[in-house]
């Protein structure tokens, strides 16, 4: 054990080369993995999936919060539903603009208290939900004036 101690007083460098060694492996490793091209496909894919990844993270957390804490488990998920049916939210919006002149006034009545009960019912959800879509519609709106 003293003699240990002595070779390694004598040569500090001693450890260094495992080290660098160990490290020049890893930069081979990493090269070989970064050409590879299935690594590259499956990092395009999430890549291009990264909202709707996103948006099922918060939901799937949600789901499991919500068997003990339901108000933030009911959060969790109004904003990853907000974040992952962003387009189809602000298609139906827009859709809306005509509602009243094709159903009439009673089912735009209809429509509006089932919202405003679910408001009542479900606010964490629905609040987060409306959280989520907007702030999609800020980063939407924010990249396409910046081009």
């Known amino acids: 054990m003293a003699e240990d101690e002595t070779e390694k007083k004598k040569d ?3 450890g260094k080369g495992k ?7 890893m930069n081979i490793y990493f090269d070989k993995v970064k050409g590879d091209e299935k690594i590259k496909q499956g990092t395009n894919f999430l890549w ?3 909202i709707e990844i996103f948006s099922g993270a918060l939901v799937l957390v949600g ?5 003990f804490y339901i108000r933030i488990g009911g959060i969790l998920v109004g904003l990853g539903f907000g974040i ?8 139906y919006f ?5 509602f009243y002149s094709e159903q ?4 735009t009545l209809l429509l509006i208290a089932t919202v405003v009960y679910f408001l009542i019912a479900l606010p964490g959800f629905i609040i987060a939900a409306a959280v989520g879509f907007a702030v999609i519609f800020l980063i939407c709106w924010i ?3 910046k081009s």
Not at 19 to 25: A, F, G, H, L
Not at 63 to 67: M, S
Not at 104 to 107: A, C, D, S
Request: hydrophobic content about 35%.
């Open 12 to 14: 500090p460098g001693a």
């Open 19 to 25: 080290k660098s060694r160990m490290k020049e492996k």
């Open 48 to 50: 291009d999936h990264r």
């Open 63 to 67: 789901i499991v919060l919500a068997f």
């Open 84 to 91: 992952g049916f962003f387009e189809d939210i602000k298609d």
């Open 94 to 98: 827009t859709q809306l603009r005509n």
């Open 104 to 107: 009439g006034l009673f089912k």
């Open 143 to 145: 990249c396409r004036n």
